[in-house]
């Protein structure tokens, strides 16, 4: 509680993030300056995705205490099921 501080951890343990706020988690995890160019993932989820993909790619495997092994910080299969457009909620035909 006394380190460092922002909402998005605040929110992360209450529900499922918004596109926004996953986008802000990844800012804080890899970086601002790494963040340009890099769509907006409301607009281009595929897009956020890759370069998501491509920046887990360039970093250190972590201890995962639940796993009990060396992961990414990020589970992309787990947050396209999540967040991917198919899982919308709604389609109109």
Known sequence: EMG???RVFDMI???ALTKGEMRDLCVLLFGQDRFDGVPDPAVDWQGFLRAI?????????????????MT???????L????GDDSAGCSIM
């Not at 360039?58 to 092994?69: D, I």
């Not at 990414?72 to 787990?78: T, Y």
């Open 53 to 69: 993909d491509s920046m887990l790619e360039q970093e250190s495997l972590q201890w995962n205490p639940v796993r009990k092994k």
């Open 72 to 78: 990414p910080w990020l589970n992309l299969k787990k």
């Open 4 to 6: 460092y501080h922002d």
């Open 13 to 15: 343990d209450e529900r």
């Open 80 to 83: 396209n099921k999540i967040y």
